[in-house]
């Protein structure tokens, strides 16, 4: 369906283009012009017909936006919903590995041979990945959004910190908005980090100051002036992966729904640093984003 009204946009736009062409050429031809200035009724209907086909190409470009805004949403659920996937993943295959190594244990125990059980956990310590447990954030989305991001960052050699000062179980912003907030910022953040030199870090803290919740997402890496001037316009991206020129512009539409700000700027210590901030408590907000 979203396919089928993309090409009736395309097609009623290059209708009118070649409407518009075919009034021009008449409009342009010598013998035509004495007619027109004498026919005020044709004028009056070249007037209406220029302007009902300008409205439809403005409600054709405003609709041809609003599906591209859809798509790269549906993009950015379904890129959340990999990453919950994958980590669900994780945790079974650890679980496994868990297990298996236990039993392996056991049997080297129960078999007293504790110089092969010695090279076994040596063996263990150092091919083993350590995960650090599972990062609470305090709220299940989020959680989870966190946890997949953070094993995304790790196969990217990106040391991934997180700080939670304060939970976010009394928060009552809808967990598809948060999602789509914070899962924009941390990708940006892993994808800048992975293109820094030297050792790659990025760090999520939680906090909570005057009734206000405080995110800070920071990386390596500094972000160039002209990018940085037009961060939140529609369409604008310095990268090419396709939907992701309307990621934080949609991220500061979210904000703007939940009276929340953002701000990002390059810090001394050659980072990024991106600060939100969103109310404890916000109403019932019910209006799309757009």
Not at 16 to 37: K, M
Not at 45 to 62: A, D, E, H, R, W
Not at 82 to 94: D, M, P
Not at 161 to 183: A, E
């Amino acid at each position: 369906m979203k396919n089928k009204n993309k090409y009736i946009i395309i097609f009623t736009m290059l209708f009118q283009a070649i409407i518009i062409s075919i009034l021009n050429g008449i409009i342009w031809n010598s013998n035509t012009l004495n007619i027109i200035e004498e026919n005020i009724f044709f004028n009056y209907i070249l007037t209406v017909i220029i302007v009902i086909t300008t409205t439809l190409i403005f409600i054709s470009l405003k609709k041809f936006s609003y599906y591209e805004k859809k798509e790269a949403e549906f993009k950015l659920i379904k890129a959340n919903m990999k990453n919950t996937e994958e980590l669900i993943n994780l945790l079974h295959s650890q679980r496994l590995e868990y297990l298996t190594h236990i039993q392996s244990i056991g049997a080297l125990v129960y078999l007293e041979e504790y110089e092969e059980l010695s090279k076994y956990l040596k063996g263990i310590s150092k091919n083993y990945r350590f995960n650090g447990g599972i990062i609470s954030a305090g709220h299940p989305a989020l959680t989870a959004l966190i946890n997949a991001k953070r094993e995304i960052a790790r196969e990217k050699n990106i040391f991934f910190y997180t700080r939670i000062k304060q939970k976010l179980n009394c928060m009552n912003i809808p967990s598809w908005d948060l999602c789509i907030l914070f899962s924009n910022l941390i990708e940006n953040a892993i994808e800048a980090a992975s293109m820094t030199e030297g050792k790659k870090w990025m760090k999520v803290v939680i906090d909570y100051y005057n009734n206000n919740f405080v995110f800070e997402i920071e990386n390596t890496g500094q972000m160039e002036n002209n990018i940085m001037k037009n961060l939140f316009k529609q369409g604008n991206t310095s990268k090419a992966s396709s939907g992701r020129g309307y990621g934080l512009y949609i991220s500061k539409k979210i904000l703007d729904k939940y009276d929340g700000s953002i701000d990002i700027k390059n810090t001394d210590i050659g980072t990024v640093l991106c600060t939100v901030t969103l109310p404890r408590e916000v109403g019932n907000y019910n209006e799309e984003v757009s």
